[in-house]
């Protein structure tokens, strides 16, 4: 309040009251009857950052952990970039150290903002993903410190739970309906259906590159034609023995090009499909209008996104109506929040990336943003083996299609860490290249 105001405000008020009132708005004023709440909470600094790396049921998961100078108090975050994951664990111990040891954990966006910039050169996977674990281990330490689950933080609950979906998937339309019937049996409201996995390879025919010695052995193939044409029959298949009760979701994964996906998505229409997934590729999102322009089904993006700037120009033009990104990918929770909350104003609403290779220190966070947000979607989920579980205590667990987490103080997920130690993690860098019929690499 500059000095100008000041007298305003006396002269409208009288001095005695005004006196009163200025004392308690004042920025810097201390009311004699409130106690500052740092009497109470003495600052913490952060005393080490480092990476744990585990694989127990084979995905590669990464985590920072962050322990403070209150002895027992540490926070857990999620930086899994499962096809990378050596490289993440690198940039979490060689860097996160000099950068963070010494500072004030209460303060999540001044190290957000400043650990953004400080490697001058940003928004590229590896570093974003170590800031994410940074982010989400702040966000539990807060949590932890404030005695609340995290979700409390963010504003508490807009719902009692997370709708999730599931993943149904099988060699024949009639196979993936059996399974989709089979969660439905088990409470899901929301199935995701895949005939064959992404971009059905089993469909395809004649790898000639192989006969010719092109590419490896273990290359994949994919009939991008033969793909298009199964999709809208593995709808109308399972719609015709499922109902249009469900709601079904498809992952086209970016893998054929903008007008054989538009005229997928145009034969898809009658079947209603709660979202296509992923409809073009990272080089191609310039087709979204003519896209958006040609089909009426919903779309989830974003997976492939590392700069939450990314987003703003296709809210803007309502090009998609879920958000699908990584959350331990575009920085942890603080900017999944203002995706979050971008979306709020734009009508597009959430669907994190989650995975077997997100940690369940990752789904948990989603989780707590799902809680707290008003333009909740649906939450994909997976089920985790009882390795997981025993590595990660706290995971989040699914009851007749919701996901529940527990009420602990911030994330509630912890690491033990001598049991994720049995089971290191690998490099799978040969593997995930996917080519056509002569040889040439389908994205991604
Ligand atoms: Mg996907």
Redesign the pocket.
């Known amino acids: 309040m500059n000095t100008f105001d000041r007298r305003e405000m006396l002269q409208l008020l009288g001095a005695g009251s005004a006196a009163g009132l200025l004392g308690m708005l004042v920025p810097g004023s201390v009311r004699a009857d409130v106690p500052p709440y740092t009497s109470g909470m003495p600052p913490i600094k952060i005393r080490s950052v480092k990476a744990i790396a585990t694989a127990p049921e084979g995905a590669n998961l990464v985590l920072v952990k962050v322990e403070t100078t209150e002895p027992g108090l540490y926070g857990i975050g999620c930086a899994t970039f499962t096809q990378r994951a050596e490289v993440v664990v690198t940039a979490i111990n060689e860097y996160l150290p000099d950068f963070c040891v010494g500072k004030d954990v209460d303060n999540i966006e001044d190290l957000w903002q400043s650990c953004f910039v400080s490697s001058y050169w940003r928004n590229g996977p590896v570093l974003n993903n170590a800031l994410s674990g940074l982010d989400q281990a702040l966000w539990d330490i807060k949590g932890k410190r404030a005695g609340m689950p995290v979700y409390q933080l963010l504003g508490g609950k807009s719902r009692f739970a997370v709708d999730a979906y599931a993943h149904a998937d099988g060699k024949t339309p009639e196979e993936v309906a059996t399974n989709v019937q089979k969660y439905m049996d088990d409470g899901f409201r929301y199935i995701r259906i895949q005939q064959g996995g992404?971009g059905s390879l089993y469909l395809a025919q004649q790898p000639d590159f192989k006969a010719a010695g092109f590419g490896r052995d273990t290359d994949d193939f994919m009939d991008p034609v033969a793909y298009v044409q199964a999709v809208p029959k593995l709808f109308r298949e399972v719609r015709k023995r499922c109902g249009e009760e469900i709601d079904l979701l498809h992952?086209t994964?970016e893998r054929v090009q903008p007008q054989d996906m538009i005229n997928m998505c145009k034969r898809i229409e009658e079947f209603n499909p709660y979202w296509i997934?992923?409809p073009l590729t990272p080089e191609n999102m310039d087709w979204f209008p003519q896209l958006r322009a040609n089909t009426s089904v919903p779309f989830?993006m974003g997976?492939l996104f590392n700069n939450p700037n990314e987003f703003i120009p296709y809210m803007v033009q309502r090009s998609f109506d879920y958000i699908?990104c990584h959350v331990s990918q575009v920085g942890g929770i603080t900017p999944a929040m203002k995706i979050a909350r971008l979306g709020e104003f734009f009508n597009v609403k959430s669907g994190w990336?989650g995975?077997g290779d997100v940690s369940p220190v990752g789904h948990a966070a989603h989780c707590h943003i799902d809680l707290a947000i008003w333009n909740f979607g649906v939450q994909e989920s997976v089920f985790f083996g009882d390795k997981t579980k025993e590595v990660f205590p706290g995971t989040p667990e699914i009851k007749k299609g919701y996901l529940y987490i527990n009420e602990a103080p911030g994330l509630g997920v912890d690491v033990n860490e001598a049991l994720a130690a049995k089971y290191p993690i690998t490099n799978h860098a040969g593997r995930w290249t996917i080519r056509r019929r002569d040889g040439t690499i389908i994205r991604p």
């Open positions: 992404y992952d994964h997934e992923d989830a997976e699908r990336h995975p």
